[in-house]
């Protein structure tokens, strides 16, 4: 059966890659699995029927059949559960590989994000400047730590995993902040991700919706 998620019919990361869908989406090039797409407006997203998928009224979303899922990485983690190719065979590097997706979650994300708003609500509050350099040292701690345990290797933990895919979308975040360039491992790091096939479908797919919304 093939899945559908849901996807902003008008993204306000202006075709960047950097909405959510676009975790799920590279998930799904990944292991070769078709995928249907509904776009949802804003106003959409707040109604019953949304709220019916997603309790907070937010995307991706998927359904198969009579599964209906939410949340970027519960959906990255069930796909790479049922189809090769984003998971590890043995047990214990298959452990390892969920942990990264959650510390790409858990860890990296909520200082980047934190970044992310304070740019866009607080800009104007008269101790932006202050708190702007906190914010952004918490990240650079983070990504110090993350560079020292990638080293040389190419990916997180010997090959590509669904770790790989969470960590590289978390880090894209960072994309013209210039943090990211401060830690070369990194930005080589998810250079390497969006070489990938499977990411060059799904971001092409994300931006011709982007396109299309703009010159529709």
């Known amino acids: 059966m093939t899945p559908t998620i849901t996807a902003f019919e008008r993204s306000p990361d202006r075709g960047r890659g950097q909405a959510r869908d676009m975790r799920v ?4 090039e990944e292991v070769g699995q078709s995928y249907d797409v509904r776009l949802v407006s804003f106003p959409e997203l707040k109604k019953p029927a949304h709220r019916a998928l997603h309790p907070f009224g937010q995307i991706p979303t998927y359904e198969e059949g009579d599964l209906v899922l939410f949340e970027s990485g519960a959906i990255v983690l069930h796909v790479a559960e049922r189809h090769a190719g984003l998971l590890p065979d043995d047990a214990n590097a ?5 942990t990264w997706m959650f510390a790409a979650l858990s860890t990296l994300e909520p200082p980047i994000v934190d970044r992310e708003i304070a740019r866009l609500v607080e800009r104007d509050e008269p101790w932006f400047a202050q708190r702007m350099p906190i914010v952004e040292d918490r990240i650079r701690g983070r990504l110090g730590e993350l ?3 990638l080293g040389d290797a190419g990916w997180l933990d010997d090959a590509f995993s669904a ?7 978390v ?7 210039g943090l990211l360039e401060e830690y070369p491992s990194l930005a080589a790091y998810v250079a390497r991700g969006e070489a990938r096939p499977a990411f060059k479908r ?11 919304a703009s010159t529709g």
């Open 147 to 149: 560079s020292v345990r």
């Open 202 to 212: 799904a971001f092409a797919a994300q931006l011709a919706v982007f396109t299309a």
């Open 94 to 98: 298959r452990a390892r590989a969920i």
């Open 171 to 177: 880090l894209r975040r960072l994309n013209g902040s």
């Open 25 to 28: 989406r590279w998930a799904l």
């Open 163 to 169: 770790g790989d895919l969470m960590m590289v979308m």
